[in-house]
């Protein structure tokens, strides 16, 4: 290990999440890499009150999609349907093409899309467990403001990307 | 800040510093590795750092400590006891970089008070507290090596509940922090090198904080008068934007006070750059005040023994036009800093608001009089016009001294900086209003408003 890793470790404030871009919420609302899937929340575009979890598992590369009520997506049958594209699209603008094609264990050539690569077979996974993530997702909005010291947060500064 | 002050400051590590640092990095390799089956090294780097506080009033129940859970019995005193080990150590490195800073800039610090028996707080949730240590055990257990997928996430229930408990949400947001960290950087067992003394930092302090909750409560003062801002320094994780406002207080007759004032909010990760300011929307008179760089009135607002004013918008109102760097040529000087909080003692808060001018820039550091200070570029926030390109060309800089992995830093808050013949300055709390800058503007605007988005979202799903 060189001089450089050491002093690294040997820092309090280091970046350890790399940054992720802004992107539109309207459609996918919400997106994540976790639990071995790239799994998120596709707003309907009929209905306002449905909504689809969508998911690819990383490395067999699964597709599930289907709404918060666990009523199986009516498009997805052999192939992706809109909504895991949506999903992956905003995924790529939100963590970057590199950072999403490594979890998933996808290769994906010079110039070439993430979707191109994904050949998975459909297999449901239930919607529940990242229905919940999403929204506890939402609940942080309902939090309360806090004027507390909180001396704590001298460990995370805000790390704008060097411009 | 002057040439021969900067040039006092960078002098060489204070005494026992290096030797205290090392005695951490033995306790950050053992939590690296976990305490369940402590080898050789680690069992004998524990043992080197009670030796080194045998004679503290920690020592005993540290030396017990160690001997327990070298022979493999780790329960929650001895955890504790370490714990309190490492903060005592930093504690004494804290204190030794600040007396340097102060002595260095001439300033006058007061000291710590003791309180007089404040009417002891309301126990926060114990239940809660103990749901905390229980986790701390497990990753200390199994060290950071050994965490897994559903380790990190077995934390999600007892930081939801922490976050409902406004007096516990500094250690909420901590173990947020940590646990974001944790899961974005899975398979930890295979990571090459792993952030070390960052993770067993905020540990150590999620370890002290859930013993009997957040000390900094002993009774407030309740103050009045004129509040003259000198910068605001942005925090932010996944979850979490806080601006913490450093200012001069001014009482009749009094010399001012130095003081940090802040608000934080929680969001998600997709809620970034100058959006962050809408989250604080609750607070108007301080937004407008950081945007409008105007001096604000405040009455009978709690300033806490550590200098932390509790903001309480509706008890300040906007006063005068205050440019930032007048204020602090004519009045940092002579302002007393405030005593610092006892178990807070970490290098990590040394924030020292210091104005730098006549310097050479090259964009990276500040070289004043031969003696160069490096830039903190990493911690300027992007929901403000402060760039590296500004810094290069600017003449003035309102700051933070910053202290970390052995080297002293410069995070700017504001500068004046000469572009196109033009005299223009830039402030962290510039946007808060919302961004002045077409470029910047124009960038928010183009993914609509998120935070509606995600609102409408919420008021539809989460109430079901």
């Known amino acids: 290990m060189d001089a450089d890793e050491t002093a690294w470790e040997r820092c309090s404030v280091v970046r350890v999440v790399p940054p992720v871009e802004p992107r539109k919420l309207a459609k996918v609302p919400f997106v994540e890499l976790a639990d071995g899937r790239l799994q998120g929340v596709v707003s309907s575009g009929s209905d306002i009150e449905r909504v689809y979890v969508s998911s690819i598992t990383a490395g067999t590369h699964a597709l599930s999609c289907s709404t918060n009520n666990n009523r199986p997506c009516g498009a997805l049958h052999g192939y992706a349907c809109k909504h895991i594209r949506m999903l992956a699209d905003e995924a790529v603008?939100?963590?970057?093409?590199?950072?999403?094609?490594r979890y998933l264990r996808v290769e994906v050539p010079e110039g070439g899309s993430l979707m191109s690569q994904i050949t998975g077979h459909v297999e449901r996974t239930p919607a529940a467990v990242v229905f919940s993530r999403f929204l506890r997702h939402l609940a942080y909005l309902e939090v309360p403001d806090s004027t507390e010291p909180l001396a704590e947060l001298h460990w995370f500064p805000a790390t704008g990307e060097v411009r | 800040m002057l040439d021969v002050q900067l040039s006092e400051l960078l002098g060489e590590a204070p005494a026992g510093a290096p030797e205290a640092l090392d005695l951490v990095a033995g306790f950050d390799a053992a939590l690296t590795n976990g305490l369940a089956r402590l080898g050789e090294e680690p069992a004998a780097a524990l043992a080197a750092m009670a030796g080194a506080l045998a004679g503290t009033p920690v020592g005993e129940r540290l030396a017990e400590a160690v001997?327990?859970?070298?022979?493999?019995?780790?329960?929650?005193e001895h955890l504790a006891a370490l714990a309190g080990g490492r903060a005592a150590l930093f504690g004494a490195v804290h204190d030794a970089l600040l007396a340097r800073l102060d002595t260095a800039l001439g300033r006058t610090r007061a000291p710590w008070e003791p309180a007089a028996d404040a009417a002891d707080?309301?126990?926060p949730a114990d239940n809660l507290l103990a749901g905390c240590r229980i986790w701390l055990r497990e990753l200390a257990i199994v060290g950071w090596r050994g965490v897994d997928h559903d380790l990190v996430s077995s934390a999600d229930q007892t930081i939801e509940a922490l976050l409902a408990v406004p007096e516990l949400r500094g250690l909420a947001v901590l173990l947020d922090g940590l646990a974001t960290e944790l899961r974005a950087s899975g398979p930890i067992a295979t990571m090459e090198r792993l952030p070390a003394r960052r993770w067993a930092d905020l540990w150590t302090r999620a370890m002290l904080l859930s013993q009997h909750g957040p000390w900094h409560h002993a009774a407030p003062e309740q103050v009045s008068g004129r509040l003259l801002i000198l910068g605001a320094d942005v925090h932010e994780h996944a979850t979490v934007v806080r601006v913490q406002v450093h200012a001069i207080l001014e009482r009749n007759g009094e010399p001012g006070r130095l003081v940090r004032t802040s608000v934080a909010a929680a969001k998600v990760d997709t809620i970034v750059g100058p959006t962050v300011w809408q989250l604080l929307g609750g607070h108007p008179v301080l937004l407008a005040a950081l945007a409008e760089r105007r001096a604000v009135e405040i009455t009978d607002m709690p300033l806490l023994p550590g200098g932390d004013l509790r903001w309480h918008d509706d008890r300040a109102r906007a006063g005068e036009d205050a440019d930032p760097f007048a204020i602090a040529r004519v009045q940092l000087a002579a302002t007393v800093a405030p005593a610092v909080t006892p178990l807070d003692r970490h290098p990590v808060r040394l924030a020292e608001v210091v104005l730098v001018e006549g310097y050479k820039s090259d964009g990276g550091s500040f070289d004043l009089g031969g003696n160069r200070i490096g830039l903190d570029l990493g911690r300027l926030p992007s929901s403000g016009p402060l760039t590296p390109a500004l810094l290069k060309v600017s003449t003035a800089c309102i700051g933070l001294v910053r202290w970390d992995g052995g080297q002293w830093s410069l995070q700017p808050l504001a500068v004046q900086a000469t572009v196109k013949k033009q005299q223009v300055a830039a402030?962290?709390?510039?946007?808060?209003?919302?961004?002045t800058d077409p470029k910047a503007a124009k960038a928010a605007n183009k993914n609509g408003d998120v935070v509606a988005v995600l609102r409408e979202r919420a008021g539809r799903l989460l109430r079901k």
Do not use: M, T
């Open chain 2, 67 to 76: 001997d327990k859970v070298s022979a493999g019995s780790v329960a929650d």
């Open chain 2, 121 to 123: 707080p309301a126990k």
């Open chain 2, 427 to 435: 402030h962290n709390g510039d946007w808060a209003l919302g961004p």
């Open chain 1, 93 to 101: 603008v939100q963590y970057g093409l590199d950072r999403v094609a």
